[in-house]
């Protein structure tokens, strides 16, 4: 199992748990490796690596705007809806369905 490197041990006083349950999740998602959807390749994807989703800047291919595929999001479109683990967000208009393979070419 992966751990996250320890930070700063003072911010246990304020008790933190409380806080990871609210929509805003520090750019953080825990990876759960348990429900991603079962690859071919022996190439393991970063988050898996880092025990980690991070937010993660975009660019959308429809209307060339940048924005963030939030932690959150990844760990839904992984772990809920069984996304391939190397593909990435694309789009910023249309869900799920923004989601495809980062690199081209077969
Ligand atoms: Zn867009």
Redesign the pocket.
């Known amino acids: 199992m992966n751990f996250p490197p320890r930070r700063k041990r003072s911010d246990k006083k304020n008790n933190s748990e409380n806080r990871k349950v609210k929509s805003g999740t520090n750019g953080k998602a825990v990876v759960n490796a348990f429900l991603l959807a079962p690859h071919g390749s022996y190439d393991v994807p970063h988050f898996v690596k880092v025990g980690y989703y991070h937010d993660k800047p975009f660019t959308?291919?429809?209307?060339?705007?940048a924005?963030i595929w939030t932690a959150t999001q990844q760990k839904w479109w992984f772990e809920i809806a069984k996304g391939d683990v190397f593909t990435q967000a694309q789009?910023?208009?249309?869900g799920s369905a923004?989601i495809g393979k980062s690199e081209s070419g077969s």
């Open positions: 959308c291919r429809d209307c060339d705007k924005e789009r910023c208009c249309s923004s």
